[in-house]
């Protein structure tokens, strides 16, 4: 059985959505576990990591309290916590008491200053997380990498993940030798994985699956199939296709470097990133 190491659910009515608009009508209505769970379930998927949509702890509560009703096939939750707070590591420290909490997410693609997580006023709750055993999701792009790799340095016993490998612009390709240079970088760190995930959007409206794969097969060249997680990125995935193309696609890139690696990139790359 597989994980997918990264999901989303969320409630228009919570109202904390600020990215999720009308205009983006494939994905602009409400979508629980049991939307994800019909997705996937036949497809071999017995469970997965809820990430987070919204940068309010109220978002955090919320999934905590899905996980607690759908134990059996959320295996964590990714949660967000205000990282600036004077109050943080404490913060930080209570929230890592609840088992279901594997990691936290500071939504960094939407955040005005690229270096933000390097901030001194930062630091502490880093340094909470990292003594947590709490994993980090990096929602970043290319940008981003060489202020990630400062953090990978500064906290060698913080496990990094790459959310949707950094976001590669397949769009139009300018930005590939920034992400390939930046992810190498990264791959230096054993504590540093890259999910498989979120590729599919950053192509072309209406491109192909196909798009994605020199992109994917290259964050598993840098990565290795021992650091790479696959996830779906349900429901947002809507946004460039269908579920079935998009697992398909990613278990024939994954399945080419042998049936050890499926069972890796699939299932136990996510349990021993989140601990779970």
């Known amino acids: 059985m597989y994980i997918d ?31 994800w769970r019909a997705q ?23 999934l905590l309290e899905q996980a607690e009703r759908h134990a059996d096939v959320v295996f964590g939750v990714v949660g967000w916590a205000d990282f600036e707070r004077d109050d943080a590591p404490a913060r930080i420290q209570s ?9 936290l997410r500071p939504m960094l693609q939407d955040l005005a200053d690229p270096a933000w997580i390097t901030r001194p006023s930062i630091q502490p709750a880093l ?57 190498r970088a990264l791959a230096a760190y054993p504590s540093v994985y890259c999910k498989l995930s979120g590729l599919w959007t950053e192509a072309a409206h209406g491109a192909p699956v196909s ?3 020199p992109w994917a ?6 990565f290795g199939v021992d650091r790479v997680l696959w996830g779906s990125d ?5 946004c460039a296709g269908g579920a079935q193309e998009w697992f398909d696609c990613a278990m024939s890139i994954v399945a080419s470097r042998g049936q050890d ?14 601990r779970v």
């Open 5 to 35: 190491s990264h999901f989303h659910i969320w409630s228009l009515a919570r109202g904390d959505y600020d990215w999720l608009t009308p205009q983006l009508p494939s994905i602009y209505r409400d979508f629980g576990v049991a939307d």
């Open 40 to 62: 996937f379930g036949q497809r071999g998927v017995s469970g997965g990591i809820l990430v987070q949509a919204a940068p309010t702890g109220a978002e955090t509560t919320f």
């Open 95 to 103: 929230l890592a008491a609840d088992p279901r909490l594997v990691g």
């Open 127 to 183: 340094q909470a997380m990292s003594s947590a055993a709490l994993t980090l999701d990096a929602l970043v792009r290319s940008v981003h990498l060489p202020y990630i790799d400062a953090l990978a340095q500064r906290y060698p016993e913080l496990t990094i993940v790459i959310d949707h490998a950094a976001k590669p612009a397949i769009a139009t390709g300018h930005d590939r030798d920034a992400w390939v240079q930046g992810l």
């Open 211 to 213: 798009v994605v794969e």
């Open 217 to 222: 097969n290259a964050a598993l060249d840098i």
């Open 234 to 238: 349900w429901p947002v995935l809507r």
């Open 261 to 274: 690696a499926v069972a890796k990139v699939f299932g136990a790359n996510a349990r021993r990133a989140y």
